[in-house]
């Protein structure tokens, strides 16, 4: 009678890979369960961000925020749990996001032009017209490309003229000019599309 040598070991299951986890710490244990559930997990951030690139980054985000929170919490529903973290971290997103939009963005349909003005006010965070995230988002993407790199660091990364000369070695009166115009266009783009404001 033979003995069967070489077998492969049966596959652990998902909670003891969390066992394993919490008592070691090793990514590796959680790096197995988590590959289990990643095209589960990238089709919940595809929904909530209908975008491919922002949905595998959102994944990857999600894998570094439970390698530490796994730690300290004890789970005992795997599936469950990373599906509702998932969903919830999603959820965060873009609450965060149509914030930074409708502060940093709000007075786009004004009719003044000035910068100087136009810089104060929002980073005052002042303005009397909010516009919809998504026709925003939509009339973002159709600017040429310096103007978008310009408005998504200045009004959605908060970045001042002085860093983004840094960050995309732009003249300064070249990103001035870039985000004038980009705000320009915006505005244009957003009546044409019959963008929503409040």
């Not at 066992?19 to 095209?39: C, F, K, P, Q, S």
């Not at 965060?96 to 409708?102: A, M």
């Not at 995230?133 to 908060?158: D, G, H, S, V, W």
């Not at 983004?164 to 990103?175: H, N, Q």
Request: glycine share 4%; charged share 30%.
């Amino acid at each position: 009678m033979f003995i069967k040598l070489f077998n492969n070991p049966k596959p652990k299951d998902d909670s003891e890979l969390l066992a394993l986890y919490r008592r070691t710490g090793d990514v590796v244990h959680l790096g197995e369960l988590y590959g289990r559930y990643m095209e589960l997990i990238f089709a919940v951030c595809f929904k909530y961000f209908k975008n491919e690139d922002e949905s595998k980054d959102a994944v990857m985000h999600i894998f570094e925020k439970i390698s530490r929170d796994l730690l300290h919490q004890h789970v005992t529903n795997w599936k469950s749990w990373i599906h509702v973290v998932a969903k919830n971290y999603c959820l965060m997103q873009l609450r965060s996001k149509k914030y930074h939009v409708e502060q940093s963005m709000v007075y786009l349909t004004n009719d003044d032009d000035d910068m100087e003005f136009a810089a104060e006010e929002h980073h005052n965070g002042n303005g009397d017209k909010e516009l919809t995230l998504q026709t925003m988002e939509a009339c973002i993407r159709q600017l040429p490309e310096e103007q978008k790199i310009c408005i998504n660091l200045f009004y959605l990364e908060q970045k001042s003229y002085k860093e983004i000369v840094e960050i995309t070695g732009f003249d300064a009166s070249k990103v001035k000019s870039y985000i004038q115009n980009g705000k320009r266009n915006l505005k244009i783009c957003v009546e044409k599309n019959n963008g929503e404001v409040a």
